[in-house]
């Protein structure tokens, strides 16, 4: 076995087991993530949720992760990314309980934060392992692997959890992942190796802390914007994220072993991967999110229905993602994302101009299709610029900004998707109230209820019967012009992100000369 320039070998003893161990632990996380997607209605319909409060439900585990791999990543690198690994899948077991069997939609919400806790003690510690075992093209094929594989299964989620609702109850589709977490904690005590390549330095908590701030505010302030009468609650949120942007900055600039270190993240091929990969996984979580609640309120699809309808995704994601790997080594990352930029685009734009009422399954599974084709051939080359860019003692660092790549760009997207569609829902339901006929029977109280939700106006179709065809037609209505709103954001950020890789991101030559000459500085220092 031949050793990389760095003196490490291509690839770890028993690789195949140990990538395998790595891959199911990211399943874990990748589960859990897309579960609740697909039981959006059952649970507002459970607890008479707001669009608000399915908002944070979608979002509150992407925030949990976004919010904390930063500071796990630093931990893991310090202390063991194999004990973070474990700590991350025990924690995941009680969550999960928390979740399945929460008494109202806001203990659901933490929980769910909980649950995306422990996903940032493990998921990024997978891709953190995979950077300090692997070198060379064993790296990128490893790291298309973990990508495909784990995308795959975050679209698999809702047809399994679709299956569960048809039998159970919704809390039974944060159960599903109890059996792969019992399987990869066992394949991650005897497969996966301790203490590789880490670092001997002391973490910087302050900065780990103000991390955990400034993100959580800034997509709560996001969450909340739509929101009647909390003006003051958002601007609190805005200025709170803003004062810890500030305060990270000056901490790690001056701390002697930074959290981030700010030289690395300036280096082109990292920011420019860092930014790519924010809008692209983010498309994939929002598309998702927005059409899993299309797919059962417009269309009418049973839960099952619209699970296995996200299939077209899951498919090309596992399809393609070898083969972005083979594109990368041959025609360069920069080509490779504008290739996944292109086909994101497309899934934007069939949502945008073909999901209607009443359309055939053609046109959903041909915008799935192409926003898994644009994963696949995206995924890859964000993952493989940010660990290529960074020396193997920080590998939390490059985890952790893959892993905020997928769960920022989830929580951001989901969160302005969501404000989005809330912001259009109310809009039009309001609209579609005041132009109605007075009624005596059409109350404020009524009115609320109306314009709250799709699942809060079903439930008041259900007390009145007499013009239950009449409002749920004006919440399908009001409910389309919410996700046309949504889906020309996804269009707007998936053409600023193409613009910034064509601009920023080096080509193929120019890029192997940056990470032989990051490679050379971080040998020398």
């Known amino acids: 076995m031949t050793s990389s320039p760095d003196g490490r070998p291509p690839a770890p003893a028993r690789q195949g087991l140990v990538l395998a161990a790595l891959i199911l632990v990211a399943a874990v996380a990748n589960l859990n993530l897309a579960v609740a997607n697909v039981a959006l209605p059952d649970i507002g319909r459970a607890f008479d949720s707001s669009q608000t409060a399915l908002n944070l439900i979608a979002v509150a585990y992407s925030l949990g992760l976004a919010c904390s791999v930063l500071y796990l990543g630093a931990l893991g690198d310090r202390y ?217 309120n417009v269309l009418g699809y049973t839960t099952v229905q619209a699970g296995m309808a996200i299939l077209p995704s899951a498919i090309l994601m596992v399809l393609i993602a070898p083969r972005s790997a083979k594109l990368v080594e041959s025609h360069g990352a920069r080509f490779t994302l504008l290739t996944g930029y292109v086909f994101v685009l497309l899934g934007f734009l069939t949502m945008l101009l073909l999901w209607r009422e009443g359309i055939g399954y053609w046109q959903v599974g041909l915008g799935y299709a192409f926003i898994g084709a644009g994963v696949g051939f995206a995924g890859t080359p964000a993952s493989h610029s940010l660990t290529g860019a960074v020396p193997v003692t920080r590998a939390g660092m490059a985890s952790g900004t893959a892993d905020l790549q997928r769960d920022l760009g989830g929580a951001v997207m989901q969160s302005i998707f969501g404000a989005l569609l809330t912001a259009g829902y109310a809009t039009a339901a309001a609209a579609a109230v005041t132009a109605a006929p007075p009624s005596p029977e059409i109350t404020a109280s009524v009115q609320a209820q109306l314009t709250k939700s799709f699942s809060s106006a079903a439930t008041t179709a259900e007390q009145y019967p007499q013009y239950a065809t009449q409002i749920i037609a004006g919440a399908k209505e009001a409910f389309l012009q919410g996700d046309q709103w949504a889906y020309l954001a996804g269009i707007v950020a998936v053409l600023i992100g193409a613009a910034i890789v064509y601009v920023f991101f080096p080509r193929k030559e120019q890029e192997q000369r940056l990470l032989d000459e990051y490679a050379a500085t971080d040998a020398g220092s």
């Open 80 to 296: 063991g990314r194999k004990l973070m690994l474990v700590l991350g899948i025990l924690l995941s077991v009680p969550a999960c309980l928390l979740a399945a069997y929460a008494p109202t939609d806001t203990v659901l919400i933490v929980a769910r934060f909980v649950g995306g806790l422990s996903a940032g003690m493990a998921y990024p510690t997978t891709l953190a392992l995979i950077a300090a075992l692997w070198s060379g093209p064993a790296r990128t094929h490893a790291i298309a692997l973990w990508s495909a594989v784990g995308g795959a299964i975050a679209s698999l989620g809702p047809l399994a959890a679709g299956f569960a609702l048809e039998r159970f109850w919704w809390g039974s589709v944060f159960l599903l992942t109890l059996p792969l977490a019992a399987l990869a904690l066992v394949m991650a005590l005897a497969l996966v190796p301790a203490h590789v390549h880490e670092t001997t330095e002391p973490v910087d908590n302050l900065g780990g802390i103000l991390s955990v701030v400034l993100v959580g505010a800034a997509i709560l302030a996001i969450n909340f914007a739509p929101v009647p009468n909390s003006g003051a609650l958002v601007a609190g949120l805005t200025v709170l994220a803003l004062a810890a942007v500030v305060a990270f900055v000056l901490r790690e600039r001056r701390a002697a072993n930074p959290l981030y270190h700010l030289g690395i993240a300036s280096r082109r091929v990292f920011w420019v991967a860092a930014c790519a990969g924010i809008i692209v996984f983010g498309s994939l979580m929002g598309a998702m999110f927005v059409g899993q609640q299309f797919l059962q």
